[in-house]
């Protein structure tokens, strides 16, 4: 179970270094407006502009003026009084920002990286709590890495053109994607997992999260089951980086390979992960060969490229070829149907027998010279590794000898 995290805040240190006269007042004019603010709120976020400028004996009665937004200013303002500051949009934020690099206040700077990131997805402004994105694996993110980007290069081009004043900058926006699944992204971050309606919602939900670069939401919203302690999940859902090959690597013991989603608080589990192949059965087809005695399953299409992205690292032995991918499985302990009828005990060998056989029966399956060919519409799977040999034992088959009309989803 994931914890929310708890934000904190550094404790406040009241004193303020005498930089300016603290009883003395001093005018700046913003735009259309007059501030006029102490040497003790001057000096609360020193050195900086102002500092510079009053320290200067001969400025002390001046009025600083600058061409700036007197609406952010007001926050600049406030900031300087003690006050903390409530910033309401994404333009808001990058203007403050761009205005306090400007007038070199560092303690706004630093208050203002520590809290909420705002972004636009589509056409809609986001205040997002960076204490929802503070688990490992949700921060780098896609914000946090394309703000201080563009925070680096803005504050580069002011430094290198020597300019006057910050460039016109607008926050980052996101085009292209949806608002309405973001916010359901960030209700689920809030801890309200009931915000998914349906399997192709979570899909979708976990799609965004990859985009954001949100990894350990992504995990989080991962259909899986634990049953007799044993992970069952979507290979689709698998990643590489919850892997563990607890096999010794003399290959003397056979053990089944651990899984933890990552960046998740769970144990380790044996590992079962199911398959399901209902648009296009071709792509998952069981091999049962009479004269080897080897049964096979070959993977192809995206459960092919699926295999090979997480199983890198345990394929040895296994039979690649062009977009494809054969392991050696084990079927005596599996649950199975097959052309909707499930099967007894031996089935294995009953069926090959009919290969020998002109009959019926042999005319129904579909045998192509010592082998039957069974294409999987559903299957679960053990992986099995000794050592860094892998070969899979099935939990349970829904398959057909002869492959069904590609199934359109409306």
Not at 166 to 172: K, L
Not at 335 to 350: A, F, Q, R, S, Y
């Amino acid at each position: 179970m994931s914890v929310l995290p708890v934000q904190t805040i550094e404790e406040f240190d009241p004193s303020v270094p005498v930089v300016l006269p603290h009883d003395k007042v001093y005018s700046i004019q913003v735009g259309y407006k007059l501030f006029r603010l102490s040497g003790l709120s001057l000096s609360s976020d020193s050195p900086s502009y102002f500092t510079k400028f009053f320290g200067d004996k001969d400025n002390e009665e001046k009025v600083l003026f600058f061409d700036r937004s007197p609406h952010i200013f007001e926050k600049i303002y406030n900031h300087l009084q003690g006050y903390s500051i409530n910033i309401t949009n994404d333009y808001e934020y990058m203007h403050l920002w761009s205005d306090a690099f400007y007038f070199g206040l560092r303690k706004l700077q630093k208050l203002m990286t520590e809290q909420d990131i705002f972004a636009s997805i589509g056409d809609q402004s986001f205040k997002i709590p960076k204490a929802l994105l503070q688990n490992e694996g949700n921060c780098p993110n896609y914000f946090t890495m394309n703000s201080e980007r563009l925070f680096f290069d803005n504050v580069a081009v002011i430094e290198r053109n020597n300019m006057l004043r910050p460039p016109p900058q607008r926050p980052p926006i996101v085009a292209g994607r949806s608002p309405k699944l973001f916010s359901d992204l960030l209700e689920y971050l809030r801890g309200n997992s009931m915000i998914i309606k349906s399997e192709e919602h979570r899909q979708l939900l976990q799609k965004e999260a990859r985009y954001y670069r949100f990894l350990e939401l992504e995990q989080r919203m991962v259909n899986h089951k634990v049953v007799n302690d044993a992970i069952i999940i979507n290979l689709m859902d698998l990643s590489k980086k919850g892997m563990t090959n607890i096999s010794p690597a003399n290959r003397l013991t056979e053990c089944p390979m651990k899984y933890s989603r990552p960046y998740i608080d769970e144990p380790l589990r044996d590992l079962v992960f199911q398959v399901d192949n209902l648009q296009n059965v071709r792509q998952v087809e069981l091999f049962l060969n009479k004269r080897t005695g080897l049964p096979t399953v070959k993977f192809e299409g995206k459960f092919y490229t699926k295999i090979t992205q997480v199983f890198k690292d345990f394929s040895e032995g296994l039979i690649q070829e062009d977009h494809s991918i054969t392991f050696l499985v084990g079927l005596v302990n599996s649950h199975t149907i097959i052309n909707g009828k499930e099967m007894m005990p031996g089935w294995v060998d009953d069926l090959l027998q009919a290969v020998d056989k002109e009959s019926t029966k042999k005319r129904k399956l579909n045998v192509q010279g010592d082998v039957i060919k069974i294409y999987l519409k559903r299957s679960m799977w053990r992986l099995m590794m000794r050592g860094n040999l892998a070969r899979l034992e099935a939990v349970s088959l829904d398959g057909s000898t002869t492959p069904l009309q590609r199934i359109d989803f409306i």
